[in-house]
């Protein structure tokens, strides 16, 4: 095939695009030879680059899903990297926001029947990266609620709750929550014997370290009614749904010291 002729309006956006290609397919180097001056060595330097890209998304990778690195190991992990960056390619000037489509990437690899867990951890773990990085903002108090229920003169049963920006709510067909806790480091969690089970978990942000709390069913579902809008009475009736023997001071108290809500509204009262 010869090599495509460069128009002499050619824009450097269009240059860079087609140089962009001969790194992410290598077979089309060769339609895009006539950007560069004639060199015996040519292909070895656009390997060069091709080596420099895959380290790269390895690391920016690596930085997202440490978990994931950890099951596969080095090579693996690297050939993923480089498929999944020449099918995906970065859409953005951060690396921080390389990784967004590797949970559903990873269901489309080869090896994904036999590992099908794989994408659940990435997907949590895509959830934690994301926590880490996301928005600032003053958690409330169990004690502000309180204050603000008796100057309100509210059931406190009434109140909505806002989970903070870096409170999220994950759950998989998987036990990847196990998986993830037993792979961290000075951690005396063990790797789940029966690892084909649901999981639920919370993820929270203390102190700009995030943090992983296996959640039961009851927990789960309460805070999902306060994550979509619901009152805090709706929430905990959901849970007791699940578990006559929810715990609710427990939990409440566990939810406000985690500091996974900033703000809390009543709804108005009816004329």
Same mark, same amino acid.
């Given at each position: 095939?010869? #090599?495509?002729?460069? #128009?002499?309006?050619?824009?450097?956006?269009?240059?860079?695009?087609?140089?962009?290609?001969?790194?992410?397919?290598?077979?089309?180097?060769?339609?895009?030879?006539?950007?560069?001056?004639? *060199? #015996?060595?040519?292909?070895?330097?656009?390997?060069?680059?091709?080596?420099?890209?895959?380290?790269?998304?390895?690391?920016?990778?690596?930085?997202?899903? #440490?978990?994931? /690195?950890?099951?596969?190991?080095?090579?693996?992990?690297?050939?993923?990297?480089?498929?999944?960056?020449?099918?995906?390619?970065?859409?953005?000037?951060?690396?921080?926001?390389?990784?967004?489509?590797?949970?559903?990437?990873?269901?489309?690899?080869?090896?994904?029947?036999?590992?099908?867990?794989?994408?659940?951890?990435?997907?949590?773990?895509?959830?934690? /990266?994301?926590?880490?990085?996301?928005?600032?903002?003053?958690?409330?108090?169990?004690?502000?609620?309180?204050?603000?229920?008796?100057?309100?003169?509210?059931?406190?049963?009434?109140?909505?709750?806002?989970? /903070?920006?870096?409170?999220?709510?994950?759950?998989?067909?998987?036990?990847?929550?196990?998986?993830?806790?037993? /792979?961290?480091?000075?951690?005396?969690?063990?790797?789940?014997?029966?690892?084909?089970?649901?999981?639920?978990?919370?993820? *929270?942000?203390?102190?700009?370290?995030?943090?992983?709390?296996?959640?039961?069913?009851?927990?789960?579902?309460?805070?999902?009614?306060?994550?979509?809008?619901?009152?805090?009475?709706?929430?905990?009736?959901?849970?007791?749904?699940?578990?006559?023997?929810?715990?609710?001071?427990?939990?409440?108290?566990?939810?406000?010291?985690?500091?996974?809500?900033?703000?809390?509204?009543?709804?108005?009262?009816?004329?």
């Amino acid at each position: 095939m010869k #090599p495509l002729p460069v #128009p002499a309006e050619n824009v450097l956006a269009e240059i860079q695009a087609q140089f962009a290609q001969a790194l992410l397919q290598p077979s089309a180097a060769a339609q895009t030879s006539v950007l560069f001056k004639v *060199h #015996p060595y040519q292909d070895d330097r656009l390997a060069l680059y091709r080596g420099n890209l895959t380290a790269i998304w390895t690391s920016a990778l690596k930085n997202a899903y #440490p978990v994931l /690195h950890q099951l596969v190991g080095d090579e693996y992990f690297e050939q993923v990297a480089r498929a999944f960056g020449r099918a995906c390619p970065s859409e953005s000037g951060d690396l921080n926001q390389f990784g967004v489509r590797l949970t559903e990437f990873l269901q489309t690899i080869p090896d994904a029947a036999d590992y099908p867990y794989f994408s659940e951890v990435a997907a949590l773990e895509w959830q934690i /990266h994301r926590a880490y990085y996301a928005a600032d903002a003053d958690a409330a108090s169990l004690a502000d609620l309180l204050q603000a229920v008796a100057a309100a003169e509210q059931d406190v049963q009434a109140v909505q709750l806002e989970l /903070h920006p870096a409170s999220r709510l994950y759950t998989a067909e998987w036990d990847s929550v196990a998986i993830w806790l037993a /792979h961290q480091a000075n951690t005396e969690e063990k790797s789940p014997e029966n690892i084909r089970q649901t999981c639920y978990g919370l993820i *929270h942000r203390s102190n700009w370290s995030v943090r992983l709390q296996p959640l039961g069913k009851a927990a789960w579902l309460a805070l999902t009614v306060l994550q979509k809008g619901g009152s805090l009475g709706a929430a905990l009736e959901a849970a007791l749904d699940e578990n006559d023997g929810f715990d609710i001071n427990a939990n409440v108290q566990s939810w406000f010291a985690s500091g996974l809500f900033i703000k809390f509204k009543f709804p108005e009262k009816q004329l």
